[in-house]
């Protein structure tokens, strides 16, 4: 090692937790958290577009008899739709769907969903989860960074910044799409904001290249790349030496973790070893891309010491319009997921990592009591009660989570705001989301801002 690598291990053996370094992030450095973590890894399953929480999970009797009459006003009086007003002439909407209650726990759960209801002995339902805005992007980016507004760490980027990674070939922070579109606002929901760059979200393809250019021309030696490598690392090495500047630290960890991905990604979506039961199971058609490929590839990616899987499905905007209607689009988005969902749970569970694997499931917001009517019927956005569901990690199994009013439109106990949801899931990982700071112009950030508290009932 010369005297730039001698100085680069000195800066880096100086930093701390809440140090601005990218030393966290470096494959294989796992920093010491503030407590002893429950889950080592997350897995956050995203319904990007808002589910219906009425069609799903939270079972209102009340609401099929009001079915077609005018919501009282004091439900809806000072509230803000994103497509709705708050006339006399909104009509409450009764689910068009069979509920039954299922397992041990009683959970009460639609016919939409036959392969959840199976495991609803293993996870937790959380019917009323808030958040603060009401329109797609700046909701997503809400749930994933804790704030509307561009430019903020997103919470996989936080806990990679937070514990680092257990992975050395592959990224401590990995995103995975599937579905007719990508999520609004794209990279800005996995980003690493003001944290260094080497925390971001990488978006892995399920099929194909893993990553686009990540392959070696033909031209080019595996001896030649080397050089070429180290050559630019040395060069880096110097000028971080000279500058300090963590975000060379950064670079030089993309060239290395890219040189290492030649061989750990392609192996990563290479299926072929799983069995016919594992694949039957998820129901993956090895030939497709799927929502069902990417819950199998989760799984394989905590395996191999992956912090964070985020896997983002659309759409389930159920507005009532073409492609967005409750009565054709929304059960078959429901049944794209609903197998692959619970067979993770499954398969997590009988290799021993649910234990340590937090599985996160929900989208940035539910849908409304009201009925919005266009082509045909469907849901306006709604903030003030969705449900989420949460499994493995720490978290206390076979219950549902707190309680809507009779028509579903707001909490009455054990209210669960996303700043609430972050600080949980934070603390489930090892981290205090009030110690987990980032000083950037002037001030302390930290993913919950200055709000979120601890949801004690989902902790087992």
């Known amino acids: 090692m010369g005297i730039g690598g001698v100085a680069l291990a000195s800066m880096m053996a100086e930093r701390g937790l809440n140090a601005?370094?990218?030393?966290?992030?470096?494959p294989g450095v796992t920093p010491k958290g503030h407590h002893p973590a429950k889950a080592k890894n997350v897995i956050f399953l995203f319904m990007?577009?808002?589910?219906?929480?009425?069609?799903?999970?939270?079972?209102?009797?009340?609401?099929?008899?009001?079915?077609?009459q005018p919501i009282p006003q004091s439900y809806i009086e000072g509230k803000r739709f994103a497509f709705m007003g708050t006339s006399h002439s909104v009509k409450l909407l009764g689910a068009r769907r069979q509920?039954?209650?299922?397992?041990?726990?009683?959970?009460?759960?639609?016919?939409?969903?036959p392969h959840t209801a199976g495991i609803v002995d293993d996870i937790s339902i959380v019917t009323t989860c808030q958040t603060s805005l009401f329109n797609h992007a700046p909701a997503k980016l809400f749930m994933n960074t804790g704030s509307g507004q561009f430019g903020r760490p997103s919470m996989g980027a936080w806990a990679t910044y937070g514990i680092g990674s257990e992975s050395s070939d592959l990224p401590g922070f990995v995103v995975l799409q599937s579905g007719p579109r990508g999520p609004r606002g794209g990279a800005v929901n996995w980003g690493s904001g003001f944290l260094p760059t080497t925390y971001q979200g990488v978006p892995l393809r399920?099929?194909?290249?893993?990553?686009?250019n990540l392959s070696t021309?033909?031209?080019?030696?595996?001896?030649?790349?080397?050089?070429?490598?180290?050559?630019?690392?040395?060069?880096?090495?110097?000028?971080?030496?000279?500058?300090?500047?963590?975000?060379?630290?950064?670079?030089?960890?993309?060239?290395?973790?890219?040189?290492?991905?030649?061989?750990?990604?392609?192996?990563?979506?290479?299926?072929?070893?799983?069995?016919?039961?594992?694949?039957?199971?998820?129901?993956?058609d090895p030939a497709k891309p799927s929502f069902a490929r990417n819950c199998l590839l989760a799984r394989r990616l905590v395996e191999r010491g992956v912090r964070f899987v985020q896997?983002?499905?659309?759409?389930?905007?159920?507005?009532?319009?073409?492609?967005?209607?409750?009565?054709?689009?929304?059960?078959?988005?429901?049944?794209?997921?609903?197998q692959a969902c619970a067979a993770l749970i499954r398969d997590l569970k009988s290799r021993g990592l649910l234990e340590e694997t937090l599985v996160v499931w929900g989208g940035e917001f539910g849908r409304t009591p009201m009925g919005e009517s266009r082509d045909k019927t469907g849901r306006n956005h709604h903030i003030d009660a969705f449900t989420m569901w949460f499994a493995g990690g720490g978290i206390?199994?076979?219950?549902?989570?707190?309680?809507?009013?009779?028509?579903?439109?707001?909490?009455?106990e054990n209210k669960a705001h996303v700043h609430d949801i972050h600080a949980t899931i934070l603390h489930l990982m090892g981290l205090e989301h009030e110690k987990l700071t980032f000083r950037f112009q002037g001030r302390d950030?930290?993913?919950?801002?200055?709000?979120?508290?601890?949801?004690q009932g989902l902790l087992a």
């Not at 601005?20 to 470096?26: C, K």
């Not at 509920?99 to 969903?113: E, I, P, R, T």
């Open 48 to 68: 990007a577009g808002g589910p219906s929480q009425l069609e799903l999970f939270d079972y209102k009797p009340r609401l099929q008899e009001l079915n077609g």
């Open 20 to 26: 601005a370094s990218a030393a966290a992030g470096a």
């Open 396 to 412: 206390k199994a076979g219950q549902t989570f707190g309680k809507t009013d009779e028509l579903g439109f707001d909490g009455v």
């Open 311 to 338: 896997l983002y499905h659309s759409s389930w905007d159920s507005h009532g319009g073409k492609g967005e209607t409750l009565e054709d689009d929304f059960p078959k988005v429901v049944r794209e997921v609903d």
């Open 445 to 455: 950030f930290r993913l919950t801002d200055v709000h979120g508290k601890l949801l």
């Open 206 to 212: 399920s099929q194909g290249e893993p990553i686009l």
């Open 217 to 284: 021309p033909a031209s080019v030696t595996a001896h030649s790349q080397r050089r070429v490598i180290d050559v630019v690392r040395d060069l880096n090495l110097k000028r971080l030496v000279e500058t300090g500047d963590d975000e060379i630290q950064t670079r030089i960890n993309a060239y290395e973790m890219a040189y290492r991905m030649q061989s750990s990604a392609p192996e990563l979506i290479d299926i072929q070893g799983e069995s016919k039961s594992t694949l039957d199971l998820y129901g993956v």
């Open 99 to 113: 509920f039954k209650q299922h397992g041990q726990s009683g959970a009460w759960v639609s016919d939409l969903l």
